[in-house]
């Protein structure tokens, strides 16, 4: 009897334990009800105590969230419409806060909604599409994270970045304005083939200046080494004539036999002729 009591009081300090703690995780945070009212909020990891079949817990988690909203249609300063697919990173910061305004995951991601969406409207609308798409992209978001971030701070959600994924056109406007691109890339393409076809021409008038200026001062180099060929060899002639005038005339008619007679030629001269005078003096001898 007395160990059958004894179990029923061990099962009943075993529930009333079960039911009197409850452990908080390192990446949860919680929230104490009393009767469905907030009455703590935990956010230190750990053992805590609540006060059985009175209290109840609701957990949050600590950790980073992402908020991935539908693409929305945005008006930009230029009168373009954009199609945007962003994303935010987000907190819980305050539990109890954020159990009092938004309850739940849910509610929290329709405020986001409203939040960041009317920030996103409001200064993307102070730019042009070039501008949002690729030059100024940070410094709008980090002015949208900014403010969205204040806003969301009277939920207890703090938003750490806003991110645009991607930033499409409609449909109906991507044709015109990927013909104007083409149009506007043929135009630059016409131009920079005109200035190449315009720098060719110089560098082919250029080089043609200068081989005309090369092939001038090379003419003029060979006609002066001629020259100076031509007066050498008029000097040895005449230095060799000068030594024995006799003998050079001799060698020099010799050489003029030699190119101008064979075995085909006929040459008609009178027998006085002194070009065969050494003909002459040959046959006479013999």
Do not use: C
């Amino acid at each position: 009897m007395k160990k059958s009591l004894f179990l029923i009081i061990l099962v009943l300090l075993i529930l009333i334990a079960n039911f009197s703690f409850f452990i908080v995780d390192e990446t949860k945070q919680a929230i104490v009800l009393q009767f469905g009212k907030p009455i703590n909020a935990i956010q230190e990891a750990g053992l805590h105590l609540k006060i059985p079949f009175i209290q109840n817990v609701v957990f949050f988690e600590r950790r980073l969230m992402i908020y991935d909203a539908q693409p929305t249609e945005i008006i930009t300063r230029d009168k373009k419409t954009l199609i945007l697919d962003n994303y935010a990173r987000w907190q819980i910061l305050d539990p109890l806060l954020f159990l009092q305004t938004v309850r739940d995951i849910n509610g929290a991601q329709a405020r986001l909604d409203d939040v960041i969406y009317s920030e996103l409207r409001v200064d993307l609308g102070k730019f042009d599409m070039s501008e949002i798409v690729s030059q100024k992209r940070t410094e709008i978001m980090e002015t949208v994270t900014q403010r969205s971030n204040e806003k969301s701070m009277e939920y207890g959600i703090n938003i750490i970045d806003v991110r645009i994924k991607r930033a499409d056109l409609p449909p109906e406007n991507e044709k015109n304005i990927f013909a104007r691109m083409e149009a506007e890339r043929n135009r630059i393409a016409k131009q920079y083939r005109a200035e190449g076809k315009e720098e060719s021409a110089k560098i082919i008038a250029e080089t043609e200046r200068e081989k005309t200026v090369i092939l001038a001062e090379a003419y003029k180099e060979a006609q002066k080494l001629q020259g100076e060929g031509e007066a050498e060899s008029i000097r040895i002639y005449a230095e060799s004539f000068n030594q024995d005038p006799q003998f050079y005339q001799f060698i020099r008619t010799l050489e003029s036999y030699r190119n101008s007679f064979n075995e085909n030629t006929t040459i008609l001269l009178s027998a006085d002729n002194k070009y065969i005078q050494y003909i002459n003096q040959l046959t006479e001898n013999e």
